[in-house]
């Protein structure tokens, strides 16, 4: 409690509520948050009829705008009028926003919540990213926090080592599991083997090398597509290429993920980089290991090695770890779930959300 024994009033501010990491962990903090302690409101510049997630227990308030820029008067009035102790927000354009609203509210603490290791992101970025002048005040936006959450040590090291970020003003919180997922009962292995993935079609995500390793397997197999994305029509062009079309199914997209990945024998992770993928915690909490490239972003963090998965550093070795796995198959479901729950349940994770809060009010 503050000082004035009063709850502390949180507002979680989301670009939308569209389907994402961000939106979804963040939606759900807020509505975990003991409510003795916290008052907690969303705050959503995005429309409310695009809103991929139900929200139960906290006031949401929503400023349907288009884009985020649309939506800054707004939330300076929503600032101003509501003075809430605590405002976080979450992803770079919005976070650019926040971090500089903060110099009109000196009395109110901004906590940042960045979602990748941004100096390695940098490298896939296509598109207008807003000219010179953004970038000069997007780059220096973290000073003006007065925390800086992330999801991974690899960030929270980019942010110090890249952008010069004082170590007492980053704090590494990892996603939390945010559903009950239900562990697999199947142990033995799918003929042919199910692989999946779960991930936007874009380039940081490597399907592209995914494709090419699949492409020199020489056992048959399934391979489960969740996402959709701009690389879409290049990716599904290789594999025809390849002569694979008939062994693979995309899902643009579905809210039965944890299904898909229960029924998947081995789980493919290709990124160049990340934040924390949720999808690699979902699939070991069912069960199904993870077989992942070297690449920053929390994977070292999250997979322990011959347990829950594998992570290694180039094609050659992916292909024979392949392989080995198609051959002998020794991963157990509630060993490989056990590595998730006892790190990233969300008593574990929200208590540190909670104390954070706590910490920057008293």
């Not at 919005?94 to 919540?113: E, H």
């Not at 010179?132 to 007065?146: I, P, V, W």
Request: glycine share 6%; aromatic share 10%; net charge positive.
């Amino acid at each position: 409690m503050t000082k004035s024994n009063k709850k502390i009033k949180i507002s979680i501010v989301l670009a939308n509520l569209e389907a994402g990491g961000a939106e979804r962990v963040l939606s759900y903090v807020a509505q975990e948050l003991d409510s003795n302690r916290f008052e907690a409101t969303l705050v959503i510049i995005g429309h409310e009829k695009d809103a991929a997630y139900d929200i139960k227990g906290i006031d949401v308030v929503f400023f349907n705008k288009s884009r985020v820029q649309a939506g800054v008067m707004d939330l300076f009035q929503y600032i101003r009028k509501n003075k809430p102790n605590v405002v976080v927000s979450a992803v770079g354009h919005l976070n650019t926003v926040t971090a500089y609203m903060s110099w009109f509210f000196p009395r109110i603490k901004f906590v940042g919540r960045e979602v990748n290791v941004l100096s390695v992101l940098a490298k896939y970025a296509s598109g207008k990213t807003g000219g010179k002048l953004y970038g000069f005040f997007a780059r220096h936006r973290f000073n003006r926090f007065d925390k800086i959450i992330c999801q991974s040590q690899d960030m929270l090291n980019d942010l110090n080592n890249s952008y010069n970020i004082k170590q007492d003003k980053l704090v590494v919180i990892n996603n939390p599991v945010t559903s009950d997922f239900e562990l697999k009962s199947r142990t033995e292995v799918s003929q042919p083997i199910r692989f999946i993935t779960v991930a936007r079609l874009v380039k940081q995500k490597g399907h592209a090398r995914l494709i090419e390793v699949l492409g020199k397997v020489n056992f048959p197999f399934h391979y489960t597509i969740i996402g959709d994305g701009i690389e879409k029509d290049t990716i599904f062009k290789r594999i025809e290429e390849l002569g694979f079309m008939t062994s693979v199914t995309n899902i643009p997209f579905t809210k039965e993920v944890a299904k898909y990945l229960k029924e998947s024998d081995l789980y493919l992770q290709g990124s160049f980089v990340e934040g924390f993928p949720n999808a690699i915690i979902e699939s070991c909490m069912v069960g199904t290991p993870v077989l992942a490239f070297d690449a920053p972003g929390g994977i070292n963090e999250i997979i322990y090695d011959g347990v829950n998965g594998h992570v290694v550093p180039d094609e050659a070795t992916y292909i024979q770890q392949l392989k080995n796995i198609n051959k002998s198959y020794s991963f157990v479901p509630e060993k490989v779930s056990e590595t998730i729950s006892s790190r990233y349940s969300k008593e574990i994770i929200i208590e540190k959300y909670e104390q954070l809060f706590e910490s920057l009010v008293h």
